[in-house]
């Protein structure tokens, strides 16, 4: 096996790093990873007491925090909730057209909630809680672009009526919607308002601290209660965004629990078309002392991660950058056949059997509700620590030719018969082409 590392250290012995490796192994499996954990600190230690410089490293692999083996298993039925999620997509997506219908230029975002839509239903079905007569209930923060989503779903869940739904955007005759969370003119519906500037992420930190606050003085029992902030990653570079992060840290706010919606785009292009936005946010999370879980690749790629015994898939997935990830789902499978595995030949023929159907759906990891459940569940259990998850995935996911990882997408307010028509049958809905 040979190593692929981000050093620039020539392996001089590969031998020697086996055994060295093999011995880590055999660590971890017989006294565990806290104990593998332990010597590795120790022998750093030791090393720059000697004057070695080792130098710091705040970012981990491009690949999934949890690996495989490690994932809690998803308790559902993951059918019914890809029905159901389908449904909650095409609401969202006809309350923005049908409200710029009715009254063109109103506005609305149709592709932030397309991206985002697994995250969220992820958090309905499994871990938002409601307050009860003896539960405070959860926080949670939803990003403002995604409103239309959380609509739909209450749409479907009988809370909102469509009346409301035909009136997004439109509230001077008392039955609109908000553009976005609104808990002054949507007091039973909301809890706080945000829309993309940052203020939910600096809001989410004090309210986090205030819930320890009130528990450690006796006021009320808030210990089982978390603070879920929802945001995006053209929103982290808004300064109050990460501004008080430390402060999550230094209070040991294991409470609270930030889901970043990576899918590489602004309002007006791309976050870091030339870099990595989950790595650089990695790093910001990590240098704080966050729990940082990556949730990169859907369960399409285990089995290639798996045949991936050399580490060329894993080196070939650091190299690429956010700009030309877009491309890659933009462009299709073909394009990707050639332009990401076709750098390497052995890469090339890893696929060789697959189709460009099935390149093309190798999924992020945001869009699998397995990966999504296994980075909620380990994050509402850790202890000690603020937790951030990196979800990558697909603004627009599923808009097809009328914006799916297009730059302008974040702008788009409709889409014609025929995108509509192809996402129905990409998504399996129960719609004839005259209700289309």
Partial sequence: ?????????????????????????????????????????????????????????????????????????????????RRIRALVRWNAIMTVLRANEKSPGVGGHIASFQSAATLYDTGFNYFFRAPTENFGGDCVYFQGHSSPGVYARAYLEGRITEEQMDNFRQETGGNGLPSYPHPWLMPDFWQFPTVSMGLGPLAGIYQARFLKYIHDRGIADTSDRKVWVFCGDGEMDEPESLGAISLATREKLDNLIFVINCNLQRLDGPVRGNGKIIQELESDFRGSGWNVLKVVWGSYWDPLLAMDKDGLLKKRMEECVDGEYQNFKQKGGAYTREHFFGKYPELKAMVAAMSDQDIWRLNRGGHDPHKVYAAYDAAVNHKGQPTVILAKTVKGYGMGEAGEGQNTTHQQKSMDIESLKKFRDRFDLPLTDAQV
């Fill in 1 to 81: 096996m040979s190593l692929n590392t981000n050093l620039n250290t020539p392996d001089i012995d590969s031998q020697e790093t086996q055994e060295w490796l093999d011995a880590l192994m055999s660590v971890i499996e017989n006294e565990g990873p806290e104990r593998a954990h332990f010597l590795l600190e120790a022998m750093i230690d030791k090393a720059r007491r000697t004057g070695a410089n080792l130098p710091y490293n705040a970012t981990t692999a491009y690949l999934n925090t949890i690996p495989t083996h490690l994932q809690s298993k998803l308790p559902g039925d993951p059918e019914m909730e």
